[in-house]
C-alpha cells in the first residue's frame, strides 16, 4: 500500500487555485467527495474546495479573530494551542478519512497560506506526507476580480495576496512542493502539469485527462484581464510586493530552484520583512473585521425598523377594528334595549287584554259579546 499523502494547493483568492486543484484531478489525484458546489456568478467551473476543510479553516481563522479577507498575519498564532484541540482532533480525523480513500488526497483552499502550521502539525500527527502547490497570479489581476466579485478595497486585497504568497512559500520550506503560474498554466497546460508531475512524485497524466483538462476544463475566456512587472510600479500597493511576484515568478518559470539554500534566504529574508507590519497587520484585520459587520448590522436595522413598523401599523388596525366592533356592539345594544322595551309594552297590553277578557265573561252581556266574537 502507498503513504498516505495530501497535496496542498496553497495561493490567493482568485489567483488560480481551482485551476490547479483541478490540474491535480487530472494527474489522477483524488479531491475527495464533499466538495463545495459551483456558483455561476464566482466559479462556473467548480470550487474543487473540500467542505469540511473549508468549514475548519474558517473555524481556525475566527479563533484567531481573522476571516478569509482579514490581512492579519497570524505570524505569532500558537497552532498547537490547548483551546484548539478539538480542530486538531477534527482535522486528524478529516484526513485519516480522506487518505483512507485514496492514498494521495489533495486539498485546495485559499484559506491554507496562513493556517498551513497547523495542518502541518495534523499530518504529523496523523502520519500522513504533504506536498504542495502553490499557486500565483499577478496580483493586479486578483485585487480587479477582488474588487469585481466582492467590493475589496484594492489595497485591502494587495495585503492579502502579499501575506499569502509570503506564508505559502515560508510553511513550506523543506518541503515537495512546486510554484504554477496562473497565465503560464493557461498558456501550456500540458508543460505545467507535466511539472506538477514531476516535482510531486506523479507520473505522467493520461493523454485524454491532460487533452479534456486543456481543451475541457481551462479557458482564456475566463481572465478577464492580464497585466506584466510593469503594472506593479504604483503606489497602492504594499512596498514588498514587486520582489514577492518576481520571486514567485522565477520559481514559476523554472529560472530558480524552489528548494535551493538561496530561494530559502530570499523567503525569510521576505517574511521577516512582513513581519514587521504584523502587529499592523493584526490589527488592520481586527478593524476590518468589525468594519464588515457594520453593513450586516445596518441591514439587520434597517430589518427591524422595518418590522417595527409594520408592527405599529398591525396594531393601529387592530385598534381600529377594536372600535369598529366597540361601536356594533353599541348599536347592537341599543337596539336590544328598544326591542326589549317594546316586549315589555306588548306584554303589559297582553296582560290588560286578558284582564279585561276575564271581566267581560263574568257578565252575561259580556259572555254573549265573548261567544259571538269566537262564532
Known amino acids: 500500500m502507498p503513504s498516505p499523502r495530501v497535496v496542498f494547493v496553497a495561493g490567493m483568492h482568485r489567483a488560480g487555485t481551482s485551476a490547479v486543484a483541478r490540474g491535480l484531478a487530472a494527474l489522477g489525484v483524488d479531491l475527495g467527495e464533499r466538495l463545495m458546489s459551483a456558483d455561476v456568478r464566482q466559479n462556473a467551473r467548480g470550487f474543487f474546495e473540500d467542505v469540511d476543510v473549508v468549514a475548519l479553516d474558517d473555524a481556525l481563522l475566527a479563533a484567531h479573530g481573522a476571516d478569509w479577507k482579514s490581512v492579519a498575519l497570524l505570524a505569532a498564532a500558537d497552532w498547537g494551542a490547548a483551546a484548539l484541540a478539538p480542530h486538531a482532533a477534527a482535522a486528524r480525523a478529516l484526513l485519516a478519512a480522506r487518505t483512507a480513500r485514496a492514498a494521495t488526497f489533495g486539498c485546495k483552499d485559499p484559506r491554507m497560506p496562513r493556517v498551513l502550521p497547523f495542518w502541518q502539525r495534523a499530518c504529523a500527527d496523523a502520519g500522513v506526507a504533504d506536498a504542495y502547490v502553490i499557486a500565483v497570479r499577478h496580483p493586479r489581476a486578483v485585487v480587479a476580480s477582488l474588487t469585481a466579485r466582492d467590493a475589496l478595497d484594492p489595497r485591502r486585497s494587495a495585503w492579502l495576496w502579499l501575506t499569502h504568497l509570503v506564508c505559502a512559500l515560508r510553511y513550506t520550506q523543506g518541503r515537495p ?12 497546460p500540458a508543460r505545467e502539469l507535466a511539472r506538477m508531475a514531476g516535482a510531486l512524485g506523479l507520473p505522467p497524466p493520461a493523454e485524454p485527462a491532460a487533452r479534456e483538462y486543456a481543451e475541457g476544463f481551462l479557458s482564456r475566456a475566463l481572465r478577464h484581464a492580464r497585466f506584466d512587472a510593469a503594472d506593479l510600479d504604483a503606489a497602492d500597493l504594499p512596498p514588498l510586493v514587486p520582489d514577492a511576484h518576481a520571486l514567485a515568478q522565477r520559481l514559476a518559470r523554472g529560472d530558480a530552484d524552489a528548494a535551493a539554500p538561496a530561494v530559502d534566504a530570499e523567503v525569510d529574508a521576505l517574511f521577516a520583512r512582513l513581519c514587521v507590519f504584523s502587529p499592523l497587520l493584526d490589527y488592520a484585520g481586527a478593524v476590518e473585521r468589525a468594519a464588515d459587520v457594520v453593513p450586516r448590522l445596518t441591514g439587520e436595522l434597517a ?60 257578565r252575561a252581556l259580556g259572555r254573549m259579546l265573548l261567544k259571538r266574537i269566537r262564532g
Open 303 to 362: 430589518w427591524a425598523r422595518a418590522s417595527l413598523a409594520a408592527a405599529g401599523a398591525y396594531a393601529d388596525d387592530l385598534r381600529a377594528a377594536v372600535g369598529h366592533k366597540d361601536e356594533a356592539l353599541r348599536v347592537a345594544q341599543t337596539y336590544g334595549d328598544g326591542l326589549a322595551a317594546a316586549l315589555a309594552r306588548k306584554e303589559s297590553e297582553l296582560v290588560a287584554a286578558h284582564t279585561t277578557l276575564a271581566r267581560l265573561s263574568e
Open 177 to 188: 512542493r512546486v510554484v504554477v503560474d496562473y497565465d503560464l498554466l493557461l498558456e501550456a
